[in-house]
Nanobody, 124 residues
């Protein structure tokens, strides 16, 4: 089992950047593929990005490709989401998630463990 805690959310202007972190506790962090999802008010939870348990493979949603970068440090039990060129459509609660499989997934249902979320607000 793994526990996840996100940090780094906040309010920034359009065009700015934010860096989100997800700290994992529990056993064998390197045995989990990790993902980031987001949920805006009144909308379904949306896939943002994911990374394989080794960090070798990454996956991105179309809306963030080229702007966001996911990375992980298995020695520090952390996964990071670097977000650049932010726009108001990126405003949402961002969630870190883990699945006990080698590969990441774009499907919300494939992740068994979730953090509490961190708010990201982009002003125009």
């Amino acid at each position: 089992q793994v526990q996840l805690v996100e940090s780094g959310g906040g309010l920034v202007q359009a065009g700015g950047s934010l860096r989100l972190s997800c700290a994992a506790s529990g056993r064998a962090f390197s045995s989990y593929a990790m993902g980031w999802f987001r949920q805006a008010p009144g909308k379904e939870r949306e896939f943002v990005t994911a990374i394989s348990w080794s960090g070798e493979y990454t996956y991105y949603g179309d809306s963030v490709k080229g702007r966001f970068t996911i990375s992980r440090d298995n020695a520090k039990n952390t996964v990071t989401l670097q977000m650049n060129s932010l726009n108001p459509e990126d405003t949402a609660v961002y969630y870190c998630a883990a699945r006990a499989f080698p590969a990441g997934s774009r499907n919300v249902r494939d992740y068994a463990y979730w953090g509490q979320g961190t708010q990201v607000t982009i002003s125009s």
